[in-house]
């Protein structure tokens, strides 16, 4: 089969996670989508963020339908178990009654023997900017969806959907970057980075949380990366950190224990991902840390600011 370096990401995201689409997309593939679909060479797998919904690996793109087939021809695809279908948001500028028909000629021309209830791999056709594109079609797994019911929860927990983003952020998709949330909580980011396979670590000043936060990976059958440790006694250097900072409303900080905890980050890695609820942007500075991107992600009353720091 023809190897392509080219892939065409469909995008979606609640209204108020916009922004932090935006931030997660520019993060890992350094651009913007474009009304929902992304185009670019980067190969990132689409189960890892909850904003991709489906990627297709482009093997052909013609203007005419009959140019993908003459392609089928020159390469022949020899495949068992495959499905084909219809990119969905792809799909718009193609007739419903014309649709049945471009997939049948599409299937007369691969070797193998289909198998539509339960495909090894699915072979995707849609038109894009009035062009035909057609590849392998890889749907996200959803399986991050299975950890939104730990068996500990905290009050003032990141979402399943925030702590998958942050991650990348702290990644850039990178699974080579060292991560450490030092205030991990009940261990939100561990669990999204260690099931996408990062290397990533927490720490913990409650020793409740931090039991919490091991029972929450052992639960998912995840490494327990989560140590009862003060974050300032750390003395390990990472690339990102993912800090989630402690606010005034559900824990007994004051102003100059943030300001050290961000100081820490900065002394213990050369990037941080900064999570707040009140605009800390001095302190950044004061750090030393200089903020190159960011987001806020609005839902009801509650506002989150999500900086990236470098
Ligand atoms: C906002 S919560 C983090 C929640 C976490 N992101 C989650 O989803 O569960 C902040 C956490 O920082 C911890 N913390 C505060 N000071 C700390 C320190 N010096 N070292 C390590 N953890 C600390 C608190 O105990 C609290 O669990």
């Known amino acids: 089969m023809k190897e392509s370096k080219k892939f065409l990401y469909i995008i979606n995201y609640p209204t108020f996670e916009e922004e932090l689409c935006m931030l997660e997309m520019r993060s890992i593939f350094n651009t913007e989508p474009k009304d929902k679909v992304l185009i670019s060479s980067i190969d990132f797998n689409p189960s890892f963020s909850t904003f991709i919904k489906s990627r297709l690996e482009i093997f052909h793109e013609k203007e005419n339908f009959e140019d993908i087939l003459k392609e089928l021809d020159k390469d022949v695809i020899k495949l068992d178990d495959f499905k084909l279908e219809f990119i969905k948001p792809l799909k718009a500028d193609v007739p419903f009654s014309e649709r049945f028909g471009y997939l ?12 539509i209830k339960s495909p090894k791999l699915v072979l995707g056709l849609g038109k894009h900017n009035e062009k035909w594109v057609f590849g392998i079609h890889e749907k996200n797994d959803n399986l991050w969806s299975t ?15 925030v702590a998958k983003s942050v991650v990348n952020l702290a990644a850039n998709g990178n699974h080579n970057t060292k991560i450490i949330d030092p205030c991990c909580g009940v261990g939100t980011t561990i669990v999204e980075g260690l099931s996408m396979g990062y290397d990533i670590w927490g720490t913990e000043i409650s ?20 140590k009862h440790q003060d974050m300032h006694t750390i003395k390990e250097n990472y690339d990102s950190s993912i800090v989630d900072i402690p606010y005034g409303l559900f824990s007994h900080i004051t ?29 950044v500075e004061k750090s030393g840390f200089k903020i190159v991107d960011r987001c806020a992600v609005t839902k009801g009353s509650f506002k989150r600011y999500i900086l990236v720091c470098e």
Do not use: W
Not at 104 to 115: A, H, T, Y
């Open 104 to 115: 049948s000629e599409i299937g007369d021309k691969i070797l193998g023997v289909p198998d």
């Open 147 to 161: 950890h939104e019911k730990k068996p500990c929860s905290y009050s003032n927990s990141l979402s399943v959907r």
């Open 207 to 226: 020793e409740k949380n931090t039991n919490n936060a091991k029972r929450n990976l052992n639960f998912f059958n995840l490494e327990p990366r989560v």
């Open 255 to 283: 102003k100059d224990q943030q300001q050290d905890i961000i100081n820490t980050a900065r002394r213990i890695s050369k990037k941080m991902i900064l999570i707040t609820f009140e605009d800390l942007d001095y302190m």
